[in-house]
């Protein structure tokens, strides 16, 4: 049976952003950096989550690598700006009044954009159906 591991987030923010707090076990590697040709130091046989502040840089970060012939990658849309919200929800879930069939508050949320997987943080409240 396959080992079923987390994906390993790559965070690829500036060093100011990284200090300012991260997702705790994210490995910092800065997107100017990849899209100049260096490749972080990351299991290729590991799903990886690319996260940026708000979205863009993931997107072109996650294009560059996927040129380089990585190919498991998910692209955090909405970066740590909509992550950081989602735990602050999460937190306050007992205040929210969310319609449990719509299941639009999973904690993650994975889909599919063209050839592209991505990945939504969510707020936990909803059945995540």
């Known amino acids: 049976m396959a080992e079923n591991r987390s994906p390993t987030v790559l965070d690829i923010r500036?060093?100011?952003?990284?200090?300012?707090?991260?997702?705790?076990?994210?490995?910092?590697?800065?997107?100017?950096?990849?899209?100049q040709g260096e490749l972080p130091p990351l299991e290729l046989d590991r799903e990886i989550a690319v996260?940026?502040?708000?979205?863009?840089?993931?997107?072109?970060?996650?294009?560059?690598?996927?040129?380089?012939?990585?190919?498991?990658?998910?692209?955090?849309?909405?970066?740590?700006?909509?992550?950081n919200m989602a735990a602050w929800l999460r937190q306050q879930r007992g205040l929210l009044e969310v319609d449990a069939n719509a299941g639009c508050c999973s904690v993650v949320r994975r889909l599919r954009v063209g050839n592209e997987r991505v990945a939504v943080p969510g707020c936990g409240a909803g059945s995540g159906k």
Request: hydrophobic letters at 40%; one cysteine or more; charged letters at 15%.
């Open 14 to 35: 500036s060093a100011d952003e990284w200090n300012d707090g991260h997702i705790a076990n994210a490995v910092h590697f800065y997107a100017g950096r990849i899209v």
């Open 51 to 83: 996260i940026c502040g708000a979205g863009y840089r993931s997107t072109v970060v996650t294009g560059s690598l996927r040129r380089a012939g990585w190919l498991n990658l998910v692209n955090v849309i909405g970066g740590t700006d909509t992550w």
